[in-house]
């Protein structure tokens, strides 16, 4: 795994911090002397002492264990690639990962680093957004050290009238990552939310960047509410929303959730680069919330209402109105009735 961060930001660590930490992990829960962490690392005892204080300093745990050494205890929960990319054990997804502290969007940043020829996989993640980017416009709250904002670089070799079916792999990816990392049940409304208790806990906007026939990029972007208080939502959203600690009453480890995420983004993606969109769309509508039920779907001034058959190959929303007529819909914002 490569990881970069962006000068002035969070994550890159020199060297012999890096090195440090790798022996503690390796070690975790047991004590190690500042003789054999130096000729680990082939300093002094003092030169480890003066990096254990900087690990400190950034909000690592590790006891100083009188006579004896240092135990790791913890790590902080901050979304670094350093962090993130411990453990992660992944094809394509998270094989580099830029980690920023403030962004104005990841996803624009995911751009910018896809034009500058960026490999797919590559993951964006920001500590805070100051312009997250919602769907048709709106904006996405982003406070600093709660949830998780990341975007994802994919180079998927199909034509692009096939890029929809990729926001629906990131739902089922978000849906799976929350399964595994809390005790929730998340569900999924067309097209891109995901809800616990009827309550929006993510958001996905996917863009691309193609001409008539191949992909350049389809960038995924995720936000999911992870350790967000009641009072840091604005008042006027245009739907109730919630996050995974307000719903558990427990916070959630975001870098474990992070990882979670981009294992199951990675497992997904590799299966429908293999087998396409069938088992996906499958998926999400064994978890969607619209299947079957009346819906009224409006975008801008148009209305349409009906019973949900499904979704096609172009990610539309399939209805059956009362006077009996099949309608797709493309866009817009969903109310069950
Ligand atoms: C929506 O439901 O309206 C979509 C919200 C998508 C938010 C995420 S946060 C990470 C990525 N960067 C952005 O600017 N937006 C997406």
Redesign the pocket.
Known sequence: MKETDTPGTCGEKPPLEQGLLALFRDRKGSVISGEELGSALKVSRTAVWKHVKNLLSQGYLIESVPSRGYRFLAAPDVLTSFELTSGLQTKRIGCHITSVRETE???LLAFRLAEDSAQEGTVVIAEA?TA????LG?H?E?PPGVNL???VILRPPMSPVKAPQLTFLSAVAVARAIEEVTRLHPKIKWP??ILLHGQKVA???NEMSAETDTIHCVVL???VNINMLREQFPSDLSQPATSLFLEQGVSVNRVDFARALLTSLDVLYDDYLCDGFPAIREEWLSRSTVLGRRVRVSFGNRETEGVVTGVDNDGALLLVREDGVAERVLAGDVTIL
């Open positions: 969007s990841t996803n957004q997250g980017k919602g769907r709106r996405w982003s904002y990341c975007s891109n939310d958001g996905l906007l972007g995720i936000g």
